[in-house]
């Protein structure tokens, strides 16, 4: 029996919803997810008039998965970096696509997770929707541009203590400082009802409007994207990443 897509599209008239397909471990990312939701978003940002992206199960997105490499074939630098772009595309799509698009967060969202959520246009939370971005406490570095959209969204001082602390930040604290447009008891009832307005409304104008908010406040975007792979690869290269990651990983399984 072959295994179920890492993620599902569907389409509701002029509303895709793209849902990450991996519940059984929080639809926590790997080289199959994240190469089936670049598509996906490729797709249907295309024709949509707005799109959702939400996690099925019990969460959003768990970041990492802890029991893979995002390097599967070589575990080489190389191949790691490639993994690190297309984390990167997700934020470049989402962020450039002529249509808006709806994260819709319950439970976990995590590293790479969170800056999927975060990439969107409206982020809809749930009373469940827990973040936090743990790379920097356990020797990596985030990768999908968080660094330069996370202080326009919170600050740059509150911004640091997310991403240097790794702490957990619930849904009430969420909403307050910035990480979601609103809160909601069914946060993917309510990512479709946002789409649904939004849908039929001028396309050329949500899109050029977006564009322009977009450009004012992330100009430097991709010289930032750069910045952070070059990052990653040097803090994924240490000894010191290897013995915090193993530490991360053989805690968490005993925690589960």
Same mark, same amino acid.
């Given at each position: 029996?072959?295994?179920?897509?890492?993620?599902?599209?569907?389409?509701?008239?002029?509303?895709?919803?793209?849902?990450?397909?991996?519940?059984?471990?929080?639809?926590?990312?790997?080289?199959?997810?994240?190469?089936?939701?670049?598509?996906?978003?490729?797709?249907?940002?295309?024709?949509?008039?707005?799109?959702?992206?939400?996690?099925? #199960?019990? +969460?959003?997105?768990? %970041?990492?998965?802890?029991?893979?490499? =995002?390097?599967?074939? !070589?575990?080489? /630098?190389?191949? @790691?970096?490639?993994?690190?772009?297309?984390?990167?595309?997700?934020?470049?799509?989402?962020?450039?696509?002529?249509?808006?698009?709806?994260?819709?967060?319950?439970?976990?969202?995590?590293?790479?997770?969170?800056?999927?959520?975060?990439?969107?246009?409206?982020?809809?939370?749930?009373?469940?929707?827990?973040?936090?971005?743990?790379?920097?406490?356990? #020797?990596? +570095?985030?990768?999908? %541009?968080?660094?330069?959209?996370?202080? =326009?969204?919170?600050? !740059?001082?509150? /911004?640091?203590? @997310?991403?240097?602390?790794?702490?957990?930040?619930?849904?009430?604290?969420?909403?307050?400082?910035?990480?979601?447009?609103?809160?909601?008891?069914?946060?993917?009832?309510?990512?479709?009802?946002?789409?649904?307005?939004?849908?039929?409304?001028?396309?050329?104008?949500?899109?050029?409007?977006?564009?322009?908010?977009?450009?004012?406040?992330?100009?430097?975007?991709?010289?930032?994207?750069?910045?952070?792979?070059?990052?990653?690869?040097?803090?994924?290269?240490?000894?010191?990443?290897?013995?915090?990651?193993?530490?991360?990983?053989?805690?968490?399984?005993?925690?589960?």
């Amino acid at each position: 029996m072959n295994p179920p897509p890492p993620v599902l599209t569907e389409r509701d008239g002029d509303v895709a919803v793209i849902t990450l397909n991996r519940p059984e471990v929080l639809n926590a990312l790997n080289v199959s997810l994240l190469t089936a939701l670049v598509d996906a978003l490729r797709a249907e940002t295309v024709s949509a008039g707005a799109v959702v992206v939400q996690g099925a #199960g019990r +969460a959003f997105c768990a %970041g990492e998965d802890l029991t893979e490499t =995002l390097a599967p074939r !070589t575990g080489s /630098a190389e191949e @790691l970096r490639v993994a690190f772009v297309q984390l990167q595309e997700i934020t470049r799509v989402m962020t450039a696509a002529r249509c808006p698009v709806i994260s819709a967060v319950h439970g976990y969202a995590v590293g790479g997770g969170a800056e999927i959520a975060l990439a969107a246009d409206f982020v809809i939370g749930g009373p469940s929707a827990r973040m936090k971005f743990p790379e920097a406490v356990i #020797g990596h +570095a985030p990768t999908g %541009g968080i660094t330069g959209r996370l202080p =326009l969204m919170v600050g !740059t001082l509150r /911004a640091k203590d @997310l991403l240097l602390t790794g702490r957990w930040v619930d849904a009430v604290e969420g909403h307050a400082i910035g990480l979601y447009t609103e809160l909601a008891e069914d946060p993917k009832s309510r990512a479709v009802e946002v789409a649904q307005t939004l849908a039929d409304k001028p396309r050329r104008s949500m899109s050029s409007v977006k564009q322009a908010v977009e450009l004012a406040a992330h100009a430097n975007q991709e010289l930032n994207l750069r910045m952070e792979i070059d990052m990653a690869s040097y803090c994924f290269a240490s000894v010191e990443n290897a013995e915090s990651f193993a530490a991360f990983r053989d805690r968490d399984r005993s925690r589960a």
